[in-house]
């Protein structure tokens, strides 16, 4: 299962559209063939593989693989057993380690968290906590003042305000005066600890900077709706 799931397409994907067609063909005849559980943890080699396929997928980058999985039906709030982490949680662990081909990853983020909101509600998707009573957010926030080079934050940067975008886009049943709230509460959100996750973004120059545009959007009669979820995933300069 590990090896067929590394076969699928990531943001280091060097392979042809065909090639990349087949690998997801292989993942989905086994799904199929072996009536794979999706909630079953995967047995691995290395304990820290041990988790359920979907969190591998969202961990790994294989956004192509979680689409997959996603025509078989998963719970996009599954969590892990020891660290309560969410597929989305997993995301964040790949950007904690995987900050080159930077536009490439951006892709891929967005179209994992595409394929979860699928599954749930963005507001779900994002306020789930993990054992530490982080949210999505909270570990962006950690990230964005965390020590790491220019480039990698700017993408925390932006990957947090598709995030928000995700949260704000108007629905039918949801006024532009509650986004904004929902927004609001998720700044004001604790962890375990007692951290708001504003209080995490004010720890840095870029995270006041991210506060200061989040909290004009809340001024604001109509969110900015930014490029990333129209598919145009560009750094900012």
């Known amino acids: 299962m590990v090896e067929l799931l590394c076969a699928t397409p990531d ?9 990349e067609d087949k690998a997801c063909a292989d993942l989905k005849d086994y799904l199929r063939k072996n009536r794979w559980v999706i909630s079953e943890v995967v047995p691995a080699l290395k304990p820290s593989l041990c988790l359920p396929i979907v969190h591998l997928a969202c961990l790994l980058g294989k956004h192509k693989a979680l689409e997959v999985l996603s025509e078989f039906g998963f719970h996009a709030l599954l969590r892990t057993a020891n660290t309560e982490e969410t597929p989305l949680h997993m995301t964040v662990q790949l950007l904690r380690y995987q900050t080159f081909n930077s536009i ?14 699928q ?3 963005p507001i779900s998707l994002f306020s789930a906590k993990d054992a530490k009573g982080n949210s999505v957010l909270h570990a962006m926030a950690e ?5 790491v080079p220019e480039t990698a934050k700017l993408l925390y940067v932006y990957l947090f305000r598709v995030f928000v975008n995700f949260l704000m886009k108007e629905r039918q049943y949801i006024p532009k005066s509650g986004s904004r709230q929902i927004l609001s509460n998720c700044l004001k959100d604790c962890n375990k600890a007692g951290q708001e996750v504003k209080s995490l973004l004010q720890k840095s120059i870029h995270g006041k900077q991210l506060l200061e545009y989040l909290n004009g959007l809340m001024q604001k009669r109509r969110p900015e709706t930014p490029s990333e979820t129209t598919g145009k995933t560009a750094l900012p300069l």
């Not at 943001?11 to 090639?19: Q, Y």
């Not at 990230?143 to 020590?147: E, T, V």
Request: glycine residues 0%; charged residues 10%.
């Open 119 to 121: 599954h749930i509600h």
């Open 143 to 147: 990230l964005i003042s965390s020590n």
């Open 104 to 117: 490439f990853l951006c892709d891929v983020v967005v179209n994992i968290v595409k394929t979860l909101n």
């Open 11 to 19: 943001h280091l994907s060097a392979d042809t559209a065909i090639v």
